[in-house]
């Protein structure tokens, strides 16, 4: 894996060896028509579990935080993730967990894969890391040292795990648990240098980034970039203050993520999100949603909240559907939209999809919203390329923010733009 123009992570072999790659290659990429969908792949492994068409097998649906101290502090969001974690290092059940933690911004990037072998380890790599990240290295460290291990993932990274476990013996022995984060898509390395022209920060100056300071005074969807510096100092700005501070605008937005259909992480045998419905939303010390699908998560759950070491409510599938609501939008209606424009112009490329190409009877606003936000995650990134290249960052943030404007009308009804798209395209639904 190597970095392009446009600081994305993206494979590299011989010469046209991505026109025809070999057939184990192609068993293992997790947006490979070759290989096997996040069905097959969860039905190979979990048994006597319901399947909800959002959510995947389930065998538990849960929301709230960690009571035991210290986890939900150190989180972006409730602290489940690290205490799932350091609960399988306490009892034995794996020699130690991979995760993205923080790393010399030398080596590429901020954040890279590691192994962690105790729960101080684990700190160092809790929150949210909306950055890319790649996972050969540890997979070459799982292969050369003996023992169990879990690893920590988005969706498409989860399954690419079990892809790889499926050809090779030695990780499938090895690789016992994954677990798994809720993901709305990825954003390239380009999104720090767009913080660092947002805050007036010289690139070369910084040091790390924390993509979601946690402040519990405020509401837990209030996002805050945050910045250090080489000198120790910071800089930090709210998101909604930024040029491309909206999620789902799709600026940086990696191309692959148009076409994934798994939100929830449905191949990991737990999968952790943010519950971003009211009352949560606005708790600023962070509450998770918990999906489960093995009955051993399901135990370590079961037992934490025994023994007051969790404070988590069973909650339905609907309930957690909800709190991920604009992400299903987007991968299941926005997807099936998708397919069946690219249908349009070339033979669809990527793996089978579990959506039907569609769309064609969505309301207007809906299909230039979607048009939109692909506009955005295209030329979000060669525009940030130009003003990289040539050292003006108005390159970027003019057209972002005019962009930004655009997208707030279609999909929110904000001002002028707004007013004329709810009065000749209807009500806006994000």
């Given amino acids: 894996m190597r970095w392009n123009r446009y ?59 960690v009571a035991e101290p210290g986890f939900r502090a150190n989180g972006s969001s409730g602290g489940l993730v690290s205490w799932v974690a350091a609960e399988l290092l306490r009892t034995g059940q794996v020699d130690a967990v991979a995760h993205v933690a923080p790393t010399e911004p030398e080596s590429g990037g901020f954040f890279a894969y590691g192994l962690s072998r105790s729960v101080e380890e684990l700190f160092a790599g809790a929150k949210s890391r909306y950055h890319p990240v790649e996972l050969s290295g540890i997979l070459r460290a799982i292969r050369e040292t003996p023992g169990r291990y879990a690893i920590v993932g988005i969706p498409c990274f989860i399954k690419a795990v079990h892809l790889a476990r499926r050809e090779e013996p030695l990780l499938a022995e090895r690789i016992t648990h994954t677990l798994g984060l809720f993901c709305g898509h990825m954003k390239s390395a380009r999104f720090v240098e767009s913080f660092a022209w947002q805050l007036d920060a010289p690139m070369a100056q910084v040091r790390a980034v924390d993509y979601r300071a946690k402040d519990e005074g405020r509401p837990a969807n209030w996002y805050r970039a945050q910045l250090t510096l080489a000198d120790g100092s910071q800089r930090a700005e709210d998101w909604w203050q930024l040029a491309d501070g909206d999620w789902g605008a799709g600026f940086f937005q990696s191309e692959a993520c148009n076409w994934c259909d798994d939100v929830v992480a449905e191949t ?35 037992a934490g909240i025994a023994e007051g070491r969790l404070a988590l409510a069973a909650v339905s599938a609907d309930f957690v559907a909800d709190t991920q609501a604009a992400g299903f939008r987007h991968r299941r209606e926005g997807l099936a939209y998708r397919l069946g424009w690219r249908s349009t112009r070339r033979k669809p490329v990527g793996p089978l999809k579990r959506v039907a190409p569609g769309g064609t009877m969505l309301p207007l606003r809906r299909k230039l919203v979607y048009r939109t936000r692909a506009a955005i995650a295209r030329w979000s990134h060669r525009l ?47």
């Fill in 7 to 65: 600081r994305q992570l993206e494979p590299r072999g011989p010469a046209r060896w991505y026109d025809r790659p070999s057939l184990e290659v192609a068993r293992r990429c997790p947006f490979s028509p070759a290989a096997a969908n996040e069905d097959l792949l969860a039905d190979e492994r979990f048994d006597g579990t319901d399947r909800d068409p959002r959510l995947g097998a389930t065998n538990g649906c849960f929301v709230g935080h």
């Fill in 268 to 302: 990991a045998d737990i999968a952790f999100g943010d519950a971003w419905v009211q009352p949560y939303s606005s708790d600023g010390r962070g509450t998770n949603v918990v999906v489960t699908r093995s009955r051993a998560m399901l135990a370590i759950l079961e």
């Fill in 384 to 430: 940030a390329f130009a003003a990289h290249r040539f050292d003006r960052p108005g390159l970027y943030l003019h057209p972002a923010r005019t962009a930004l404007t655009l997208y707030g009308g279609l999909a929110w009804g904000h001002g002028r733009i707004g007013a004329l798209a709810e009065r000749w395209l209807g009500p806006s639904k994000r």
